[in-house]
Every structure is written in structure tokens, then in C-alpha cells.
């Protein structure tokens, strides 16, 4: 006599099927996937409220900032994949460099000076103009070159990524559970989680001396969680398997941008009065 299915097995499956997707989508933010395509967002991290304020408030208060440039902001921690390359960001002089301007302090160009150079050897042998549709008609159509031209950084920022340590504590939970006959119905879970931490050690320079006026070193712990479920089961008419899983973990390259804004702040408001600061790293902690 052949059996009915089982209305247990059918209603795992089903709701096993309808939780997949959910997991699936768990980790995916609410505001960068709508409809189906992928929209464009700020890109800011808690501290750029902070320095929002910081270029807000020497506004209000009529401060001069000082003329800042970017040297490397290196790669030291080592850490290279084989299939995919390096681990963490190689953009780190870039993410200083918006953190800046964020503050809304003036910086001058050293990281590539490739167009500008060339510019340069073009005014030179006075091929180049300002008006180049007039090139032909006047013996003085092109850029003048002066001394002192070019603006100076009064202080610059380098530094490095110097840590990158996976694993400083993880944990993990499996089980399994259902009947104990052969065509039964056996359910599965298992969860995990893991810490790992990167850091960064920026320095500020004054361009003039060279000597080194600040430094500062910061570091942000990034947790990763894995979760799955599975329902296994038959009976003499049916069987089947579903499982569904999912993963998330903090982003390794926002944590960088969100540690060189953070240095840079530090940095910014070491060379600031205390009526130009204050509150504003406050400000960013409460928000975030």
C-alpha cells in the first residue's frame, strides 16, 4: 500500500524554499538594490559627519586652514591573495585626500602630477594656450610661465595599512535533529561568527622642516556571521532536499576608509584651536 506524503515534509520544504531567498537577500543594504538594479550612494563613513563639522565651524568662525597635501598611504600589512591580489584597499592616499576636502581643507596635488608636468613642457617650448583658436594669429598666444606659480602644502599626510589579523575569536554552533526512521524528516542548522581587525598609522609632516608633527594610529574590528539551514526528508512517494544559507561581513575596504578619516580628523584638529573641534567628534559617534 503506498503511503500518503508526508504534510510535515511538504510544509518543511515549503517554508525551507520561502526562507532561502531570505537569507539570500540578508545582507543585501536596503538602499543600494531596488527593482532589480543597483543605484549609485554617498559614499561616507561615520566620521565624515565629524568632518563636516570641522570645515563647518572654522567657517563659522573665520579660521584659517592650512594648505594640505597626500603622499603614499601604502599597503604594509603583506596580506596578497594569489587569485584575487591584494587583501585590503591600494586607495588609501585617495580616501585621505576626500577626507580633506570633506574638512574643507585646500589641498594641492602631489600623488599625480603627470598632466600638470606635461602642461608644464608645453608652456616651456610655448606650445601651449589658453586660447588655442587664436594659435597662428599672434606671436604671444601661449601660457606664460612665472615664478612661484605653483602653490606649496604647508603640511602633508603619509602613512600605511600596517595591520591586517584574521581570526582574533570565532565561534560556531551545528545541530541536527528529526525522526529516526530512513525516509524521515531531519532537519539541519548551523551558525558562526569571527572577528578580524585592520589598522592604520598616519603621520602628519611639515613641509617645510619635515619634521614630523603628529601621528596617529587607529584600529577597527570588523565581525563576520554565518548562518545555514537544511530540511532533508521523504517518504514512499516523495522526498527531497532544501537548504539555504547566508553570509555577511563588514566590508574590509569601507573599515579602511572609515580609519584614514578618522586619523585624518585626529590630525586636523591637532593643528585647530579646541572652539574649532569640539563637539564635532561627538557629534559623529552619536550619529553612527
Do not use: W
Not at 70 to 76: K, P, Q, T
Not at 240 to 249: D, K, L, P, W, Y
Request: a negative charge.
Amino acid at each position: 500500500m503506498t503511503r500518503r506524503p508526508n504534510r510535515l515534509l511538504i510544509m518543511a520544504l515549503t517554508a525551507a524554499s520561502l526562507l532561502a531567498p531570505g537569507l539570500a537577500a540578508a545582507g543585501t543594504p536596503d538602499n543600494s538594490v531596488r527593482g532589480g538594479r543597483v543605484h549609485a550612494s554617498g559614499n561616507a563613513t561615520p566620521y565624515t559627519v565629524a568632518l563636516t563639522c570641522l570645515a563647518e565651524r572654522n567657517q563659522t568662525l573665520g579660521l584659517r586652514t592650512p594648505r594640505m597635501s597626500v603622499g603614499r598611504i601604502g599597503d604594509l600589512t603583506g596580506r596578497v591573495d594569489f587569485d584575487t591580489g591584494a587583501r585590503v584597499s591600494q586607495g588609501a592616499s585617495l580616501f585621505a585626500i576626500t577626507a580633506l576636502a570633506r574638512a574643507g581643507t585646500p589641498v594641492v596635488e602631489r600623488l599625480d602630477n603627470t598632466v600638470s608636468q606635461i602642461e608644464l613642457d608645453y608652456a616651456q617650448k610655448h606650445l601651449l594656450s589658453d586660447t588655442p583658436e587664436l594659435a597662428g594669429q599672434s606671436a604671444q598666444n601661449f601660457r606664460p610661465i612665472f615664478a612661484g606659480q605653483v602653490a606649496g602644502s604647508e603640511y602633508f599626510i603619509v602613512g600605511g595599512i600596517t595591520e591586517l589579523n584574521y581570526n582574533l575569536q570565532s565561534s560556531g554552533l551545528n545541530a541536527q535533529f528529526g525522526e529516526s526512521e530512513l525516509t524521515g524528516l531531519r532537519g539541519r542548522v548551523g551558525a558562526s561568527s569571527y572577528v578580524m581587525n585592520v589598522a592604520v598609522d598616519l603621520r602628519l609632516v611639515d613641509s617645510r622642516s619635515q619634521i614630523v608633527v603628529d601621528t596617529v594610529s587607529f584600529q577597527k574590528q570588523l565581525l563576520g556571521r554565518e548562518l545555514n539551514l537544511g530540511v532533508t526528508g521523504g517518504s514512499d512517494t516523495v522526498g527531497g532536499v532544501v537548504s539555504g544559507g547566508t553570509q555577511a561581513v563588514e566590508p574590509l575596504q569601507a573599515a579602511v576608509r572609515t580609519l584614514v578619516e578618522r586619523g585624518v580628523f585626529e590630525l586636523l584638529a591637532g593643528l585647530q584651536t579646541p572652539e574649532a573641534y569640539s563637539g564635532c567628534l561627538e557629534r559623529a559617534e552619536i550619529d553612527s
